[in-house]
T-cell receptor, first 111, second 115 residues
Framework: GEDVEQSLFLSVREGDSSVINCTYT??????LYWYKQEPGAGLQLLTY?????DMKQDQRLTVLLNKKDKHLSLRIADTQTGDSAIYFCAAPYNQGGKLIFGQGTELSVKP | DSGVTQTPKHLITATGQRVTLRCSPR?????VYWYQQSLDQGLQFLIH???????AKGNILERFSAQQFPDLHSELNLSSLELGDSALYFC??????????????FGSGTRLTVV
């Protein structure tokens, strides 16, 4: 069935790199997404990657995609306290009929 | 401001009552999606409308219903409310489906508390 899974918590020190991992089941997913949710707010699109790409870099963010293993990761370089939030990966399912989200990874950045 | 407007922002109501949540999609977006976010269930897909027609249904209870109107705004109706329905309800919109590079645009949500 449809499923997107993430680890629930990650704690890092300010200035370190953060890596958030995600696995998904639907191999027909064309785009894969990362969203960020700050406390009391909605989800904000952070970045995306097309399924025929292995890597995408956008300033401090690097997305890696291993399509064979259906594994997606988000790396945040030089993590700042302002990066503390919940990060969701999401994959379209059923030929784009809906976006399925992982449980979200709560990133805590300690000064 | 994401361009997706949800009202009300907060709602407190009693068990057994009925409420209506409203969503206005971003200008030009034809698709509206509803999600429920609770602590124990995460972000659950409820229903998807495209240009007034229902396109996909997720884990939506029979007590819940939705519609999308000709002006493209959408309403989510929750009836016979139970304590367990307390959650954040998000609306998201997109031009079509999440096939493009932009995914969905989310509203800021309606926090429903059932007492």
């Amino acid at each position: 069935g449809e499923d997107v899974e993430q680890s629930l918590f990650l704690s890092v020190r300010e200035g370190d790199s953060s890596v958030i991992n995600c696995t998904y089941t639907d191999s027909s997913s064309t785009y894969l997404y990362w969203y960020k949710q700050e406390p009391g707010a909605g989800l904000q699109l952070l970045t995306y990657i097309f399924s025929n790409m292995d890597m995408k870099q956008d300033q401090r963010l690097t997305v890696l995609l291993n399509k064979k293993d259906k594994h997606l990761s988000l790396r945040i370089a030089d993590t700042q306290t302002g990066d503390s939030a919940i990060y969701f990966c999401a994959a379209p399912y059923n030929q784009g009929g809906k976006l399925i989200f992982g449980q979200g990874t709560e990133l805590s950045v300690k000064p | 401001d994401s361009g997706v407007t949800q009202t009300p922002k907060h709602l407190i109501t009693a068990t057994g009552q009925r409420v209506t949540l409203r969503c206005s999609p971003r200008s030009g977006d034809l698709s509206v999606y509803w999600y429920q976010q609770s602590l124990d269930q995460g972000l659950q897909f409820l229903i998807h409308y495209y240009n007034g027609e229902e396109r996909a249904k997720g884990n939506i209870l029979e007590r819940f219903s939705a519609q999308q109107f000709p002006d493209l705004h959408s309403e989510l109706n929750l009836s016979s409310l139970e304590l367990g329905d307390s959650a954040l309800y998000f609306c998201a919109s997109s031009v079509a489906g999440p096939r493009g590079p932009y995914g969905y645009t989310f509203g800021s949500g309606t926090r429903l508390t059932v007492v």
